[in-house]
């Protein structure tokens, strides 16, 4: 499992940087194999690298994650928005340049990926995540935005209110046929934290009451429309 080591020093690789660039277009063309292998270190120090390396002193490499890095029109659909990659060098001609191998991991492990918008909200939804940790907002307004949100992702099942969002959310632990269950989100003060927090509970369905069923009077018409009409003339004391 590819997992990061970080350091608040430190960010992602992007393809948006130049570096970074040169790399994966093997741009580099560098006189040693010695200055190779010390740009490859040095990409250790600049970047957050993944637990996972390869120790190998007399040929350096490095795993990073880049963002923006060979991506594919699949990838989109999963949600991935970037790839591990081993970094090393080699030999073009007379000179030495670094490149990049894509690396196959599952999207599950990478530590960036963009927002899927399902059909149908579940608790993966990072509002929700964030929710239900306890997530305390300094403001009611950064609150309401975090409920906004919810309703813009999905308006087909949400309905907002100030102070509170309605909410249907698939559920995976529920019966095949109960899996969508109601909610209300409420934002409150949180007096004892300070700032805000928003509550999330199920909103149970309010049973409707009973229809009151009157049993017509003996010797009523049987007709519909007519035995209608004699029961209404018969609440009011009248004749048929």
């Excluded at 591990?84 to 670094?98: D, N, P, S, V």
């Excluded at 087909?156 to 109601?182: F, H, Q, S």
Aim: aromatic share 8%; with cysteine; hydrophobic share 40%.
């Amino acid at each position: 499992m590819l997992k990061q080591s970080m350091k608040n020093t430190k960010n992602y690789a992007t393809m948006q940087s130049p570096v970074i660039q040169a790399i994966a277009n093997e741009m580099y063309r560098l006189e040693s194999a010695m200055e190779a292998g010390f740009r490859v270190v040095r990409l250790s120090q600049q970047y957050i690298v993944a637990k996972k390396q390869i120790p190998n002193k007399d040929y350096p490499s490095v795993i990073l994650w880049i963002k923006g890095f060979a991506l594919r029109e699949q990838d989109a659909k999963q949600g991935v928005i970037g790839h591990f990659a081993l970094i090393t060098y080699k030999k073009i001609g007379e000179r030495y340049t670094l490149f990049a191998t894509k690396m196959d991991v599952p999207a599950k492990e990478h530590p960036q990926r963009a927002l899927v918008i399902r059909g149908n909200p579940n608790w993966s939804h990072p509002v929700l995540r964030a929710v239900r940790k306890g997530k305390r907002y300094p403001t009611a307004e950064a609150a309401q935005a975090e409920l906004a949100l919810l309703h813009e992702h999905y308006p087909n099942v949400t309905i907002p209110t100030p102070g509170a969002l309605y909410m249907m959310i698939y559920c995976a632990d529920r019966p095949a046929r109960e899996r969508m269950v109601k909610h209300i989100l409420t934002i409150h003060p949180d007096e004892a934290k300070g700032g805000y927090a928003i509550d999330i509970k199920e909103n149970p369905r309010k049973s409707r009451p009973a229809l009151r069923h009157e049993t017509p009077p003996a010797g009523a018409p049987k007709g519909k429309f007519t035995a209608k009409v004699a029961f209404t003339r018969a609440r009011k004391g009248k004749k048929t």
